[in-house]
């Protein structure tokens, strides 16, 4: 079946670094799809971070993370990277990749309901 399994979550200082991981599996290769980040702080709604198109021509960016988070894509390996520098407290959550199933020029950042398929989350903590 399809499953999006996330990776690259943890502690880290502020202005720290990490690099988060959204492994794609079980899609065929008629499949094509959008990947989206979302993050969920403890008693926040859940809120779109960035998204990336299935042709990576379409970028999108929350104005919280732009000109500190890049999101990227290998449609080889079927992973979506999203890379978290200068990292801020308030950066804290759960992150999570979801699949817009069918969504090959364009992605929507800030709409869960688009999204098909969700991954497990993985935690991101930035504390000193």
């Known amino acids: 079946q399809l499953q999006l399994v996330e990776s690259g979550g943890g502690l880290v200082q502020p202005g720290g670094s990490l690099r988060l991981s959204c492994a794609a599996s079980?899609?065929?290769?008629?499949?094509?799809?959008?990947i989206g980040w979302f993050r969920q702080a403890p008693g926040k709604e859940r809120e779109g971070v960035s998204c990336?198109?299935?042709?990576?021509?379409?970028?999108n960016y929350a104005d919280s993370v732009k000109g500190r988070f890049t999101i990227s894509r290998d449609i080889a390996t079927s992973t979506v990277y999203l890379q978290m520098n200068s990292l801020k407290p308030e950066d804290t959550a759960v992150y999570y990749c979801?699949?817009?199933?069918?969504?090959?020029?364009?992605?929507?950042?800030?709409?869960?309901?688009?999204?098909?398929?969700w991954g497990q989350g993985t935690q991101v903590t930035v504390s000193s």
């Open positions: 979801a699949a817009d199933l069918y969504s090959y020029y364009t992605c929507s950042r800030d709409k869960t309901s688009d999204y098909d398929y």
């Open positions: 990336i198109s299935f042709s990576g021509g379409s970028t």
């Open positions: 079980g899609f065929t290769k008629d499949d094509y799809y959008a």
